[in-house]
Structure formats: structure tokens, C-alpha cells
């Protein structure tokens, strides 16, 4: 089993001024394994296909990720950042996360 160590984003609502919320991205690492690595290239109607994953990611949770773990937005690896797509709460120390696309949201 490879091992895993990145960053995960979390988006955070955040008061910018009286009245308007913006959600905030924050970033902050983890380290645990590949469970799952899979590759899927999805060929369209496009000039480059679509690029999937369907890898799952076992790391070792902190309270922050255990309590926030809803708000997970993307997963660093490999160089890019990938929509995160499935949270299942293992145990107490330990989630397990899914990705599938290259994620083009905001981030920190």
C-alpha cells in the first residue's frame, strides 16, 4: 500500500464584511495511505478527454477533520488538486476519502 501526505482544502463561511459571507478555503496537511488507485479517461465530444479518478485515500483524522470532515473540498496528490467526492468515517482516527476530477474551485 503507497502512502499518502498532502494538503486537504476545507471551504469555511466567513464573514467579510457586515452582512456578506464568502467561503474561505483553508489548507492543512495530512498523511496517511493509498487505498485505491484508479485511473478512468473519458473520451467526448471534446479535443482532450476528461480525466477521472477513482482513487481513496485513508488518512490519519485530527479533530479539526473529524468535526469538519463535511466541508472537505479538495485533496493534493500527485501535483494536482482533486475534487474530493465521498467522506466515510472509518474509526475515530481514520477517514476514508474518494476523489474523482481535477478540482477548478477557490483555493487558499
Known amino acids: 500500500m503507497a502512502k499518502y501526505f498532502g494538503n486537504i482544502g476545507f471551504g469555511e463561511a466567513q ?35 476528461d480525466l477521472r479518478t477513482g482513487n481513496a485515500f485513508s488518512i490519519v483524522a485530527d479533530g479539526y477533520a473529524e468535526n469538519n470532515f463535511f466541508a472537505m473540498k479538495y485533496l493534493e496528490w500527485a501535483g494536482t488538486k482533486w475534487d474530493i467526492k465521498q467522506v466515510e468515517v472509518r474509526s475515530r482516527a481514520r477517514l476514508q476519502i474518494r476523489i474523482g476530477g481535477v478540482y477548478n474551485g477557490p483555493t487558499a
Open 15 to 49: 464573514e467579510t464584511s457586515p452582512g456578506v459571507w464568502e467561503n474561505v478555503i483553508v489548507e492543512r496537511p495530512y498523511y496517511g495511505d493509498v487505498v485505491r488507485d484508479t485511473l478512468e479517461v473519458r473520451q467526448g465530444d471534446k479535443v482532450l478527454d
